[in-house]
Antibody, heavy 119, light 108 residues
Framework: QVQLHESGPGLVKPSETLSLTCTVS????????WSWVRQPPGKGLEWIGY???????NCNPSLKSRVTMSVDTSKNQFSLKLTSVTAADTAVYYC?????????????WGQGTMVTVSS | EVVLTQSPATLSLSPGERATLSCRAS??????LAWYQQKPGQAPRLLIF???NRATGIPARFSGSGSGTDFTLTISSLEPEDFAVYYC???????????FGQGTKLEI
């Protein structure tokens, strides 16, 4: 079955760039929408942005100036970069798949990776 | 920008009881309304998509309804494993843009 796995540093210093990769296994990355979602400790879910295999993207307006997303179809991976991080960016980061019609929402999630912003 | 408001923030019920969770949108939205269940330390799990369609493997005791600005998740008879946090979420048609409600904690 399709699985998603997030990877990247668990600790990032303030003002630096957070970089995460999501590896998709069990299916091709084509034809779906791929998103990043985060959850600060004890808080709710926040959508960060999406990318598809054509490299179309859209981001949460509150994060847009700091977010870059990319996709590598040859590796079946997509990535997130979040610049100028602060303690407020400390969260569990999830990658998720939206298969489009008829579901049109996140049907598969990674297990999440905790990222702490601290010096 | 659509804002989703869930109520109540916390719902205290017992196994066997019926749970009704509400999600209200700040403006009328398409039926791209979904519900998720999240347990501690786990990723969210999709329960309902398109307002009223159960996702694969979701028990029949979970049902979704609503349209326009008012949506409801109903759990007909609570099982012990149903106590968790529930989120509603909306997706715009194009380009994809997702908004979550703040969550309802369903506690024993």
């Amino acid at each position: 079955q399709v699985q998603l796995h997030e990877s990247g540093p668990g600790l990032v210093k303030p003002s630096e760039t957070l970089s995460l990769t999501c590896t998709v296994s069990g299916d091709a990355i084509n034809d779906y929408y791929w998103s990043w979602v985060r959850q600060p400790p004890g808080k709710g879910l926040e959508w960060i942005g999406y990318i598809d295999y054509r490299r179309n993207t859209n981001c949460n307006p509150s994060l847009k100036s700091r977010v870059t997303m990319s996709v590598d179809t040859s590796k079946n991976q997509f990535s997130l970069k979040l610049t100028s991080v602060t303690a407020a960016d400390t969260a569990v980061y999830y990658c998720a798949r939206d298969p489009g019609l008829p579901v049109n929402t996140f049907d598969i999630w990674g297990q999440g990776t905790m990222v702490t912003v601290s010096s | 920008e659509v804002v989703l408001t869930q109520s109540p923030a916390t719902l205290s019920l017992s196994p066997g009881e019926r749970a009704t969770l509400s999600c209200r949108a700040s403006q009328s939205i398409s039926a791209y309304l979904a519900w998720y269940q999240q347990k501690p330390g786990q990723a969210p799990r999709l329960l309902i998509f398109d307002a009223s369609n159960r996702a694969t493997g979701i028990p029949a005791r979970f049902s979704g309804s609503g349209s326009g600005t008012d949506f409801t998740l109903t759990i007909s008879s609570l099982e012990p494993e149903d106590f968790a946090v529930y989120y509603c979420q909306q997706r715009s048609i194009w380009p994809p843009r997702y908004t979550f409600g703040q969550g309802t904690k369903l506690e024993i």
